[in-house]
């Protein structure tokens, strides 16, 4: 009975600690270009040795609602490896990030500047939506790639129900995504169900309070 105690006790410190962790690096992390506190979830355990060394090998990072310039990124995942942070739990680095970023399809609708538009997934690098410019409408087919180090062109590439040639410019746009928080740098991209999957990477980033 004393044993089942004692790991009991045992086993709450680990998650006090565990807690505690978690929520300084957070803390820590959403001040460099996060508007909101992202959650960070460390694996491993007994989690007690990973404070004492000020070490984790290996996190999960959530951040939800990111403004990124003219848009606001829905969502951030990113497998976090080799966190190292110093006493004080103010100042530390984070090895290796490798996540996605999801842009939504009403986001994207924003910055087509076409009102009304509603985007949804048309294949891996497409997607469609319904246009009306009051003399013609009809369903557009976008193409949507990667150009340059940090933006998306979204090109469309045939229509129903009236002429593209006539229309092309109006409905060609680009999407910037430089400054991303932590310094994250935009790799490649897809399209998903629920919008525009970016994915990010970043490797020694260091983060002050």
């Keep these: 009975m004393i044993v089942l105690v004692v790991l009991g006790l045992l086993f709450a410190l680990d998650r006090f600690a565990a807690a505690y962790a978690e929520s300084r690096i957070a803390g820590e992390i959403q001040k460099e270009g996060f508007g909101t506190r992202p959650d960070v979830t460390i694996h491993g355990f007994p989690f007690v040795t990973q404070v004492l060394s000020r070490h984790f090998p290996h996190a999960h990072m959530t951040a939800r609602n990111v403004g990124e310039g003219p848009i606001t990124i829905s969502r951030i995942d990113g497998d976090v490896r080799d966190v190292r942070i110093d006493s004080s739990f103010r100042k530390g680095t984070l090895g290796s ?4 970023a999801t842009i939504g399809f009403g986001e994207l609708a924003k910055v087509s500047d076409q009102p009304g538009l509603k985007f949804s997934a048309a294949g891996p690098d497409k997607v469609k939506g319904d246009v009306d410019f009051g003399i013609a409408s009809g369903t557009v087919i976008w193409q949507v790639t990667k150009i340059g180090q940090n933006q998306i062109r979204v090109h469309p590439l045939s229509a129903e129900g009236f ?3 006539d229309l092309d410019e109006d409905l060609d746009f680009t999407v910037p995504v ?3 928080p932590l ?3 935009f790799q490649s991209l897809s399209v998903s169900s629920k919008g525009l999957a970016l994915r990010v990477t970043g490797s020694h980033i260091a ?3």
């Design 163 to 165: 002429d593209l040639s």
């Design 178 to 180: 430089g400054g991303l």
């Design 183 to 185: 310094g994250l740098t």
């Design 207 to 209: 983060f002050s309070g």
């Design 97 to 100: 990030v490798d996540g996605t």
